[in-house]
């Protein structure tokens, strides 16, 4: 290991509000003594407590790349959580890029997911495929996890909302049964490539399995014996899934948009008819290494977040 690989880590994505890996990434660098950076688009009072924890923060936009050459400076480490949505490809051709021009050769660590290609049928995904092309073949040091699971965060975002209020969610996973992982074990994986970089040294991109395979109809039990409420799981076509999802769209606080819903209904359609490109293996073992404790359930998830799920308070 080089000097330069305990110099500063730089975090996009460090205030994220669906998956929000970021944060745990920061949390495991701050207790491995890392020295972090990270770039916020608003110096808000969410840029305020990164600060109070030690983070330097420096507003800048992936999307605007004149922002990222100061930040990416003598970095020896850089951590990308870009959202589920448009313009993924912009904002890692611009990382690539300053990489290029600085002539400095921080590891990248991508956060990325298992159905990227350049023929995926959900636009994010091709994006991805792009972006993370440019930063290969502009000879980044970098890593990509292509996380091969869903988040049990999803479920929150896109169901928490009816199931609270009806106990009734739907959408177009069918019978399937695809694998699953929460965001802070994905984020642990992130935070060992960032750490250990010989972890992933054999290619530039990997496929991380997920922790266990859940059909809707499975999430919904967990669900009603963890709230004690009766939360059923309906099947509707991703046509039907998209109109629910677009109506929902506008309570979301910016988070859903066209194209994350987009990616999820087709990814979830591609799951239920059995055309997916990802792999539907788990692999708890890995996960357990790689956290060093045993990998979060969607149990355990639920017992996390009991309340957003429409439980009644326990009495004191
Ligand atoms: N959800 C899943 O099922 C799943 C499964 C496997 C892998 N993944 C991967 O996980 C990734 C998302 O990670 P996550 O859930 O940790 O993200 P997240 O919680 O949605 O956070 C996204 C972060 O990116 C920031 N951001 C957005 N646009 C930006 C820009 N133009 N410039 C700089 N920062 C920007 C946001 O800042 P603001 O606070 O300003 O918005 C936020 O801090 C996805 O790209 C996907 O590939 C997801």
């Not at 745990?24 to 600060?51: C, F, H, N, P």
């Not at 870009?82 to 990489?99: C, E, K, Q, T």
């Not at 890593?143 to 199931?163: C, D, K, M, W």
């Not at 239920?272 to 792999?279: F, G, L, P, Q, V």
Request: net charge negative.
């Amino acid at each position: 290991m080089s000097s330069n690989d305990q110099g500063p880590v730089l975090i996009f994505g460090a205030t994220g509000r669906h998956g929000g890996t970021g944060a745990r990434v920061i949390e495991r660098l701050k207790a491995a003594g890392r020295s972090v950076r990270a770039v916020v688009r608003t110096d808000d009072g969410r840029a305020e407590q990164l600060r109070q924890s030690g983070v330097r923060t420096m507003v800048g936009n992936m999307h605007d790349r004149r922002t990222l050459v100061p930040a990416l400076e003598g970095v020896s480490s850089v951590y990308v959580a870009y959202p589920v949505a448009a313009g993924v490809a912009l904002a890692l051709a611009n990382v690539a890029s300053v990489i290029h021009e600085l002539g400095s050769s921080p590891h990248v660590v991508v956060n990325s997911h298992g159905t990227v290609a350049l023929d995926s049928p959900s636009g994010i995904s091709r994006e991805f495929a792009i972006g993370e092309e440019l930063l290969v073949r502009l000879g980044v040091n970098v890593t990509v996890l292509r996380v091969s699971a869903f988040f049990y965060e999803n479920v929150l975002l896109a169901h928490s909302g009816t199931i609270r209020e009806t106990g009734v969610f739907a959408n177009c996973f069918g019978d399937s049964r695809p694998p699953w992982i929460s965001a802070t074990d994905a984020a642990d994986l992130f935070a060992v490539a960032l750490l250990e970089p010989s972890t992933y040294a054999g290619s530039p991109i990997v496929y991380p399995p997920g922790y266990e395979r859940l059909s809707h109809q499975e999430i919904a039990d967990i669900i009603s014996e963890e709230t004690g409420r009766d939360v059923r799981y309906q099947y509707i076509t991703q046509d039907e899934w998209i109109g629910q999802l677009t109506a929902a769209a506008v309570h979301s606080g910016g988070l859903v948009s066209d194209a994350m819903i987009q990616h999820l209904t087709t990814h979830a359609r591609m799951t239920e008819d059995n055309t997916t490109i990802a792999r539907m293996d788990v692999d708890p073992s890995a996960l357990a290494t790689a956290s060093g404790r045993p990998p979060l359930s969607f149990r355990d998830f639920v017992k996390q977040h009991r309340a957003a799920f429409g439980a009644v308070p326990e009495e004191p």
